[in-house]
């Protein structure tokens, strides 16, 4: 059993040029609006416990998405499989009357998320400590700014211990010290065992909050996965977007060349094997790793190529460039690869995985950045209580014993 299934979702609007369409379309039997697929088949299970972020454009179906999962919202075709309680904090103000004093909307929005009266009481104590509103909590809603609403609502919904919790860019209104409030609280839920979904333009924050990413482009699942492979891709596609220039005639597709409707950069990485391997790949502690990055470009213009491993909270643990160690750059058009080893690898366990970079003569410019697939770091059984992220050598020496 799944906490939420979606089977084949797809939501089309109709989009009419002025309000009497509608009427003619009733009384004529014939279309005068335009369609508009927010959301194409979309099929996912998310598992109890899971975390997940949602990504993508302005534009992609991320709301529609969430909408829909929330019930507030119906598809206009295929199904949606709720287990437990639900709550969403979607757009701001949703279930609040703003005539309503803060303490008001406790008891209406609790309400309708299904608490008695009796256990709306028993939380309007820690409701109210959580949103830090002070005496504005008996003011009316219409007089508070939205970051005090956002405080309101986020405290609400995560009060009254849902099985899932949605939440959509609601944390984008906070400030720094409530927003980081609001990370903690959802990482105390996600330690609970409670289902997330998360919905940011925030990449950093995905790869934090969740295990697990699903990118939405024009309304259909463009990728879903581990957070941190899935927003590196989609870092990469907004990256190229970003550089999108006047096709140039050498980089038309082929089978060398990305096919799908982001730009070719005129030097991309093709490629990143690790150990040999394009997959994930386990280490044994202070095993030998060899990164081979296979690269092509479309121009004759210099190149360093660099890279990093970095551990699966985006933490950087080590980069390096060719500018570095390397007397001239590399250029010409064409493939080529470079390699590059880190003798006896001294990472504690964790996963991590290789950032591959490729940036002009200058290394100010970034043509190209590239996630290569996990790397699980397994160290001897009896050191996994070692802190820290590296086993640096050391050596002991008792200087002056007890006596």
């Known amino acids: 059993m799944y906490a939420i299934e979606a089977k084949n979702i797809s939501k089309t609007y109709r989009l009419y040029r002025k309000p009497i369409d509608r009427l003619k379309e009733a009384l004529f039997r014939r279309p005068f609006h335009q369609s508009f697929e927010s959301l194409s088949n979309v099929s996912f299970s998310i598992a109890f416990g899971d975390s997940i972020g949602i990504v993508g454009e302005n534009g992609a179906g991320k709301s529609t998405l969430l909408k829909i999962l929330a019930g507030t919202l119906t598809p206009s075709s295929g199904e949606v499989v709720i287990n437990g309680r639900v709550t969403a904090l979607l757009e701001l103000g949703m279930g609040f009357h703003p005539e309503f004093s803060g303490r008001q909307n406790i008891y209406l929005n609790a309400s309708l998320l299904g608490l008695t009266q009796g256990e709306i009481r028993e939380k309007e104590p820690e409701i109210i400590d959580f949103a830090e509103i002070g005496a504005f909590i008996d003011s009316p809603i219409k007089t508070y700014s939205t970051g005090m609403v956002m405080r309101l609502a986020f405290s609400i919904a995560t009060s009254v211990d849902p099985s899932t919790l949605i ?59 581990i957070a941190t492979r899935v927003t590196s891709m989609y870092t990469d596609f907004l990256r190229a977007k970003m550089d999108r220039g006047p096709q140039r005639p050498e980089a038309q597709p082929s089978a060398s060349h990305p096919t799908d409707d982001s730009p070719t950069p005129s030097i991309f990485i093709k490629a990143i094997t690790l150990n040999g391997e394009t997959g994930p790949i386990s280490l044994e502690y202070r095993e030998d790793l060899h990164i081979v990055l296979e690269f092509e470009s479309l121009e004759d213009r210099p190149f360093w190529v660099a890279m990093g491993i970095k551990r699966n909270d985006e933490l950087l643990c080590h980069a390096v460039s060719m500018a570095r160690d390397v007397p001239k750059p ?26 591959g970079y490729v940036f002009d003569e200058s290394m100010l410019h970034c043509y190209h950045i590239l996630n290569s697939s996990p790397i699980t770091i397994v160290p001897p059984a009896q050191w996994r209580q070692e802190q820290g992220l590296l086993d640096l050598d050391h050596e002991w020496k008792i200087l002056r014993d007890l006596k």
């Not at 400030?175 to 609970?192: A, N, T, V, W």
């Open 330 to 355: 590399l250029q010409g058009k064409g493939t080529g690869s470079v390699q590059l080893t880190y003798r006896s690898l001294p990472l504690l366990y964790g996963q991590f995985s290789v950032m």
């Open 167 to 225: 939440i959509d860019e609601a944390l984008s209104v906070g400030d720094q010290y409530f927003q980081q409030k609001c990370i903690d609280k959802m990482l105390s839920l996600r330690r609970e065992g409670k289902t997330i979904l998360f919905c940011t333009h925030t990449m950093h924050l995905v790869n934090e909050l969740c295990s697990h990413a699903i990118w939405l482009h024009k309304g259909a699942i463009q990728e879903m996965g």
